[in-house]
């Protein structure tokens, strides 16, 4: 119970401070969890990714509203992304049904150092005029943010803090808008889990993907670490927190890269 709870405080924390949903922290940690309690290893990265999705409706309902308290929250692009996110979500649901445990695991990986690299090296373009998207860009970027949530089980945070920053927005702004993008992905995502799961998989406690118990001990812990997460995000100055996000993502890519390639080296000597 103790390491569910460490790793609900973290991601609660790292969501206020990073405008993530905290799943690229769930998701890998609940990965190692769930390996420790020997469930069925071709389902742990399935329901790792469900039950994150489920523990997020909560942790960004935390984040977001810690940050729309401080005014950092730009509701009316919320509401101009929010029909793409919910059909990317679905559309990338149905996908990593289709996809096994390896694959979302490398998938994963690499994503996170691609996104990380090019925040640490400064590889974002940068826009004309500061200022909100346009709408086709927007739509463009919602669908995407969408369709990688519901393969992959996390917030989004990693393409939303860079489109916002490229947008213009300063930090804590970007932190507190994606923090509201996240809420809607964890929504449809719970009940894409729920409702459009792989039909056999059949695990106690389990409904779809969602593993309970997990999200019943870890979200609680999110809730409390998101404000906290708000308060730093304040404190810090704003080249100091892009460059803790990257290196934040990077490790967290690097690792999983490295749990996927030792597993294939074991099934390799086995084979």
């Known amino acids: 119970m103790t390491l569910f709870a460490g790793l609900g405080l973290t991601a609660g924390i790292l969501s206020g401070l990073f405008g993530i949903g905290g799943g690229m922290v769930i998701v890998p940690g609940l990965f190692y969890l769930f390996r420790l309690l020997d469930l069925p290893h071709e389902w742990v990265m399935h329901l790792a990714a469900g039950s994150a999705m489920c523990i997020m409706v909560f942790t960004s309902a935390s984040s977001a509203w810690s940050h729309h308290q401080r ?16 059909i990317g979500v679905v559309a990338g649901k149905l996908v990593a049904n289709h996809l096994n445990s390896e694959c979302l695991e490398c998938v994963f990986g ?20 500061p200022g909100e998207p346009s709408p086709p860009l927007t739509h463009a970027v919602g669908t995407v943010l969408g369709f990688k949530s519901g393969v992959l089980g996390i917030g989004g945070g990693a393409i939303s803090v860079p489109f916002l920053l490229y947008s213009g927005l300063p930090m804590s702004q970007a932190s507190g808008t994606s923090a509201s993008f996240t809420l809607p992905i964890a929504l449809v995502g719970t009940l894409s889990c729920l409702t459009l799961t792989i039909q056999d998989l059949s695990i106690p406690l389990a409904t779809g993907t969602i593993y309970w118990p997990a999200v019943g001990l870890v979200a609680p812990f999110t809730m409390l670490g998101a404000p906290l997460g ?6 810090i100055a704003a080249p100091k927190l892009k460059r803790a996000f990257a290196i934040f993502l990077l490790f967290l890519g690097v690792r999983l890269l490295l749990e996927v ?8 000597a086995i084979g």
């Open 71 to 86: 005014g950092d929250v730009q509701w009316s692009l919320f509401r101009r992304i929010l029909p793409a996110i919910a």
């Open 230 to 235: 708000t308060q730093l995000c304040h404190q």
């Open 110 to 129: 690499l994503f996170l150092v691609f996104i990380a690299l090019k925040i640490l090296f400064n590889w974002l373009p940068k826009p004309d005029q």
């Open 261 to 268: 390639a030792q597993t294939f080296i074991r099934q390799e």
